[in-house]
């Protein structure tokens, strides 16, 4: 105790049984309470078993996680203000993930969380979220992994980021831990977009760590070729940069890139490299003008020569002439060279007064002769007896002077020869003459010619320019012999104006009479030729009469049979096949007789065909078809099976239409060429409209085509009952003719063609669509006549005929709709003729209702103005105001050409109509005053109140005359068109025809005949 260890001390004591040992305990206690060792004094206090006491002393000394570890060592968890106490004492602490294992101790699990979060003991938090808030994971272990990478443990947040499929920050936490091949198989599960950032990241690593396959890979992967191909080409591996760029860049990208590289590595002084991207990127003329700038003559040289050879010359060119005025001569000598300039090499040395380098250059490019013509230019420049003497130490007078004379320096060449070499005299005074005749100085190039004691060749020169005065005073001064010649040139320069008759004049006078003849017969002046024949040269007048008389056969032109057979003769009496055939086929058509023609040209195929085999198919093909221009094809189909080529001659006859001998050609040939033949004769009489030919052939249907193309019906329908012709065969034109009709507006003869003559209604059936709807689209002035009601009931009862022909058993259809259309068409037209009477005008007005149900085939205005109109006669005004507000509804839209303005609301109910979205182009009612009428008639109506609108129900409608205004499956009657709901009202007709027996008997008891089958008949009341 005196040293102060009061553990040990109190420990003998208990283990003595001291007396004081329990004082000595609690006097220890209270020390520690005095001098605030609360620490010891809870572990004394713990190890009496007073564990509440110890808890509470760790606390008082701020020592709350030794609190804790009692509580959690000796399982003290049922007090729950006290773990309460402690988890606050924790948490304001900072201890808080201890914290968090009481409240988790404690059930408070979202205390317990939250605990663990601030103490960044996410290890604890995530096995608590997986086990109660699993939806918080993803959540926490992206924490963790933020967590971690402030604490720069960064590749250990790499797997938290991916548990919390934050692949970003996993890249980056990859990236930033240098986990190259891990953040590229994470990037790699990115879409493209996302992905390109962090491939070129990992791209520019391997780029560093020049690992450039895997850099190129990642910059690919990136899009981002560019980058790679700049990576080669730092690293000066061109190909790989070349074939990279072309395969993922367009050609101009590659090649603003590579130029910007370029002229990068050119800044810095890398010409080669330079140079090779130019040439990759197909720019050598940038690396040619890269190597100007730098003075690299050689180097552009060499790139011109291999990528520009057209320029190469005048790149040495270019750089001679620079090269000299900087003064450096031996390289601009060695640029004119190459450049095949070495004359301006020469006188680059001449104008530097270098003459020995000049002759030097002259004979090692340009020979001898060069380096002579230099040392003359020296002499020149020398002067007088320095240049000479110069010439003559040089042994160079003569080729001076050739030289002197070759530059047109006659006076230098002249004081040569006078000084040192005077046989060249005549020679250098013919060669000025020469060039002064050249200069157009003829009379100082005639002295010339003179003084070189050549006189002809001047009088050659004024025959030349056609000086006939000078040429000739030369002749008779200096060459006598050489006048006529002067006569001569003359003469053709005259023929040559076609002047004949002077040039006849100096052909004589020079002695030339021949010359004169010859002139006549080229020019083809046969009279002349034989007048100077006669004349002149009377031995050769028969001669030239011959060649008058050939020249004539021979153009064609002329001559008789005679004159062209006695021409080919010749030649074959010489053996001259090719050119005796050419003689007969010089006759042409307009010469002779076709006849003649065929004889002569009969000849050359005679020759061909024996003696000329090779040339035999041209000759026949050329005869043949010169024969049939002059129309004798006869003849050329004969050639043609001469030379066997029977399917052209027959061709041939046919396109002659020798008809006869086509078929002799044909006859027994086979090969289906007697049935060509007659069916082109049949072509050709139809053609020509022959059709008295076609029926002697048999061939009546063509006959008849010919006539129908003709529109000649009546010889048709004539021809047809003369032959007696199939009705099958009669459909066809009936059709022809009915639908020409109708094109013609001509609807009423239409249908008495149709009725007429034979029709069949399922290949008909559009014809009689439109022959329906012209006949019943007529307009009302039209409609009045007696033909059109004629035409009607026409119509109508051929529709029943084809009906009851197509089956008895069918029901419905166009032909049906066509039918009942026009049946009811004709009923209303009935009535309308008879007396007025009630029950007239009531059925009238049913009937003009039903027909409504029939817009496809009758002008809707026409429909509802009839219907309208009946309606109003008959007393019907409420049915019939609504009927003709349709129709003036309809004449406004007609007048607009616009169907939106119609509005189909009044009659909504009437399910028996249909609303085409079409409207009639012209009005039914074509008399605006009589529209007028009706528009008045309306609107007086319409203020009356006592009219209704208003359709009535459909099933008050059934027997009024509103009946025909509602779809039903009941049968409609065959007298208005309405069904019929009653079994007790119907009465059975032919054909399965349906009527209302009231409504047949009242149309019977005053027509006395069926509506339906038109026979007498009597009420059948």
Not at 7 to 29: G, N, T
Not at 313 to 324: G, S
Request: hydrophobic share 40%.
């Amino acid at each position: 105790r005196q040293v102060h260890q009061f553990d040990e001390a109190i420990a003998v004591a208990e283990s003595r049984r001291h007396p004081d040992a329990e004082a000595m305990r609690e006097d220890y206690l209270t020390h520690l309470l005095a001098t605030h060792q609360e620490e010891k004094a809870a572990a004394l206090k713990e190890a009496e078993g007073d564990y509440d006491k110890a808890i509470a002393l760790y606390l008082k000394g701020g020592l709350p996680a030794k609190a804790a570890s009692v509580i959690k060592s000796r399982n003290l968890l049922g007090d729950a203000s006290l773990l309460e106490k402690v988890a606050s004492a924790l948490t304001s602490a900072g201890l808080h993930d201890r914290a968090g294992d009481l409240y988790e101790e404690m059930g408070q699990l979202q205390r317990a969380l939250d605990s663990y979060i601030k103490g960044y003991g996410f290890r604890q938090a995530v096995e608590l979220a997986r086990r109660h808030f699993p939806s918080q994971v993803v959540e926490l272990q992206e924490a963790w992994g933020d967590w971690l990478v402030d604490q720069k443990q960064v590749d250990m947040a790499i797997n938290h980021y991916i548990e919390a499929n934050c692949s970003g920050k996993a890249i980056e936490a990859a990236l930033s831990a240098r986990q190259w091949g891990k953040a590229a198989q994470f990037v790699e599960n990115l879409d493209h977009d996302a992905a390109r950032p962090y491939f070129k990241r990992i791209a520019r690593h391997y780029e560093e760590a020049k690992q450039y396959d895997e850099a190129e890979r990642h910059f690919i992967a990136a899009q981002a070729p560019k980058l790679a191909v700049e990576m080669y080409t730092k690293a000066s591996q061109w190909d790989k940069a070349h074939n990279l760029a072309t395969a993922y860049m367009s050609e101009r990208e590659v090649s603003m890139l590579y130029i910007s590289q370029a002229q990068r590595m050119e800044a810095s002084g890398k010409l080669r490299e330079a140079e090779q991207l130019y040439v990759k990127v197909n720019e050598p003329d940038l690396a040619i003008n890269m190597y100007k700038k730098q003075r690299k003559y050689d180097a552009m040289v060499r790139l011109v020569a291999k990528h520009r050879k057209e320029l190469l010359k005048e790149t040495h060119q270019f750089l001679a002439q620079h090269l000299e005025s900087e003064g450096n001569l031996r390289e601009a000598e060695h640029h004119y060279t190459e450049a095949s300039e070495w004359l301006s090499a020469v006188n680059m040395y001449r104008s530097n007064d270098m003459w020995e380098e000049a002759i030097r250059v002259a004979k090692l490019h340009g020979g001898a002769n060069a380096s002579k013509r230099v040392a003359y230019a020296w002499a020149l420049a020398l002067g007088g007896e320095a240049g000479a003497k110069l010439l003559t130490k040089l042994e160079l007078i003569e080729p001076a002077i050739d030289y002197a004379i070759e530059s047109g320096a006659f006076d230098h060449a002249f004081e040569l020869a006078r000084s040192s070499l005077q046989r060249k005299l005549p020679e250098i005074h013919l060669k000025h003459a020469l060039f002064l005749e050249d200069e157009e100085k003829y009379a100082e190039a005639e002295d010339e010619f003179i003084n070189a004691s050549k006189p002809r060749e001047a009088i050659d020169m004024y025959v030349h320019q056609q000086d006939w005065p000078n040429a000739m005073r030369v002749a008779e001064t200096y060459d006598p012999a050489a006048v006529p010649d002067v006569y001569v040139g003359e003469a053709k320069a005259a023929a040559e104006r076609r002047d004949f008759k002077r040039a006849e004049e100096l052909y004589l006078a020079a002695a030339k009479p021949e010359l004169a003849l010859n002139m006549f017969q080229e020019c083809g002046m046969w009279n002349d030729a034989l007048a100077l024949a006669k004349s002149h040269l009377p031995h050769k007048a028969g001669e030239v009469t011959l060649s008058y008389q050939a020249a004539q056969a021979q153009a064609g032109v002329g001559g008789t049979k005679a004159d062209f057979l006695a021409n080919g003769r010749a030649w074959e009496s010489a053996g001259a096949w090719g050119k005796a055939v050419d003689a007969y086929l010089t006759a042409k058509a307009g010469v002779l007789a076709p006849v003649e023609l065929e004889e002569v040209w009969e000849c050359a195929v005679r020759i061909a065909r024996h003696e000329l085999k090779a040339r035999y198919p041209e000759v026949v093909a050329e005869v043949a078809r010169r024969l049939r221009e002059v129309k004798r094809h006869e003849g050329a189909a004969e050639l043609l099976r001469e030379a066997q080529q029977l399917d052209a001659a027959i061709e041939c006859a046919m396109e002659g239409e020798c008809w006869d001998k086509a078929r002799e050609l044909a006859r027994g040939a086979g090969r289906g060429l007697e049935d060509k033949v007659e069916s082109a004769y049949q072509t050709f009489l139809s053609s020509a409209g022959n059709t008295e030919g076609l029926l002697e052939l048999g061939h009546t249907n063509a006959a008849l085509e010919v006539l129908s193309k003709a529109k000649d019906w009546d010889r048709l329908w004539e021809m047809a009952a003369k032959e007696h012709m199939a009705p099958d065969t009669l459909v066809k034109y009936s059709a022809m003719q009915a639908s020409q009709l109708v094109g013609q507006d001509r609807p009423e003869d239409a249908v008495m063609v149709l009725a007429a003559h034979p029709v069949d209604a399922h290949s008909s059936l559009e014809l009689l669509k439109c022959t329906v709807r012209a006949t019943l689209g007529r307009a009302k002035d039209a409609v009045s006549s007696d033909e059109h009601g004629r035409a009607v009931e026409v119509l109508r009862n051929l529709l029943l005929d084809l009906k009851r022909n197509e089956s008895r058993h069918a029901r419905g259809g166009p032909l049906e709709a066509m039918l009942l259309a026009t049946h009811l068409t004709h009923v209303v037209s009935t009535l309308g003729k008879l007396k007025p009477s009630r029950d007239v005008l009531e059925l009238k007005a049913k009937a003009a209702v039903g027909l409504l149900r029939y817009p496809a085939l009758v002008p809707a205005d026409k429909l509802f103005l009839v219907a309208g109109l009946a309606c109003r006669e008959a007393g019907f005004a409420n049915l019939a105001c609504v009927l003709l507000n349709r129709y003036l509804d309809l004449a406004e839209a007609i007048d607009e050409s616009d169907a939106s303005l119609l509005d189909n609301a009044d009659l909504a109910a009437a399910t028996a109509l249909s609303f085409p979205d079409t409207i009639p182009t012209n009005q039914y009612l074509q008399d605006e005053d009589a529209r007028e009428e009706v528009r008045d008639w309306v609107l007086s109506v319409c203020m009356d109140n006592s009219v209704d609108q208003a359709l009535p129900p459909e099933g008050q409608a059934a027997g009024t005359v509103y009946a025909g205004l509602y779809a039903s499956d009941h049968p409609l009657c065959v007298v208005t068109g309405a069904p019929i709901t009653s079994r007790n009202d119907e009465l059975h007709l032919e054909d399965g025809a349906v009527a209302n027996k009231r409504d047949w008997n009242l149309y019977v008891s005053y027509t006395k005949k069926c509506a339906w089958s038109g026979k007498p008949e009597n009420p059948q009341w």
